[in-house]
């Protein structure tokens, strides 16, 4: 499972970073980042804590 981002939709507000700092990541140009590869069993929780959390409906998993 990985997580997919719409980056049409992303606005950089960093919801995400702050549910799972450890999956995703903004740079100093608000440019947001996401660890490769699938995502483990046990941070699954939260990456779909992610996505229901983030208020652009940006992110999937897949
Ligand atoms: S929560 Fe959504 S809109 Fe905010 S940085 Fe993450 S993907 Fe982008």
Not at 15 to 33: N, R
């Amino acid at each position: 499972m990985k997580i997919i981002v719409d980056f049409d939709r992303c606005e950089a507000n960093g919801v995400c970073v702050g549910i799972a700092p450890d999956m995703f990541e903004l740079d100093d140009d608000d440019q947001l980042t996401v660890a490769e590869g699938d995502v483990a069993a046990d941070r699954v929780a939260d990456a779909e804590e992610a996505v229901a959390q983030c208020p652009k409906a940006a992110l999937r998993l897949a």
